[in-house]
């Protein structure tokens, strides 16, 4: 049983018994579920028990609307693969819901997009090797992939490549015609 309506909009969101209840966003659809967090003395922050269970907040502060890892690596797939819009991809989500009602299932496109890119952020230093808890400053560029296609000196190039190269000047011809 929720708390009645009159109550302010943070006890609105939980069960009679306190539980918190979220939006949980998965490639099976979007439900409404009761979050139960550990409340033991050793226990991890409240983000790392979810990160723990394959979960995704779209905030930290107050968690509302959580994500599964499969849904945000499918909604990468397929907007890289078939260029599908975070709102096509809600849609999609919408009407596997309630196919007979998708406007009835609650609208969370703005934080799918939120939580999209700090997912991709999240991925992209994960590539470049640099964990949550890895305090190393980061320098401008040290995220970059190796491109061994891109010219670098004493790699695909001679150190004297400068010597014995020209620079490449674009030859224009205008005529008045």
């Known amino acids: 049983d929720l708390v009645s309506e009159g109550e302010s909009q943070s006890q609105r969101r939980q069960l009679k018994?306190?539980?918190?209840l979220v939006t949980v966003v998965d490639r099976t659809g979007i439900h409404q579920l009761p979050v139960l967090y550990c409340i033991c003395e050793a226990r991890l922050a409240k983000d790392h028990q979810l990160f723990d269970m394959?979960?995704?907040?779209?905030?930290?502060?107050?968690?509302?609307?959580?994500?599964?890892f499969t849904v945000m690596e499918d909604f990468?797939?397929?907007?890289?693969?078939?260029?599908?819009?975070?709102?096509?991809y809600y849609?999609?989500?919408q009407t596997i819901t309630n196919s007979m009602f998708p406007h009835r299932v609650p609208n969370r496109y703005k934080q799918l997009q939120r939580a999209s890119r700090q997912w991709r952020d999240l991925i992209n230093r994960k590539r470049a090797g640099f964990g949550y808890e890895n305090p190393?400053?980061?320098k401008d560029g040290c995220m970059a992939t190796f491109?061994?296609?891109?010219?670098?000196p004493g790699v695909n190039l001679p150190e004297d490549w400068?010597?014995?190269y020209?620079?490449?000047?674009p030859l224009c011809i205008y005529s008045d015609y």
């Open 166 to 169: 020209q620079p490449y000047v």
């Open 162 to 164: 400068e010597e014995h």
């Open 76 to 88: 990468i797939v397929d907007n890289l693969e078939c260029k599908t819009t975070g709102q096509q």
């Open 147 to 152: 491109c061994p296609a891109c010219p670098q």
């Open 91 to 93: 849609t999609k989500l």
């Open 17 to 20: 018994n306190g539980n918190p």
């Open 54 to 68: 394959g979960l995704l907040p779209a905030t930290f502060k107050s968690v509302e609307s959580i994500f599964t």
């Open 136 to 138: 190393v400053e980061e």
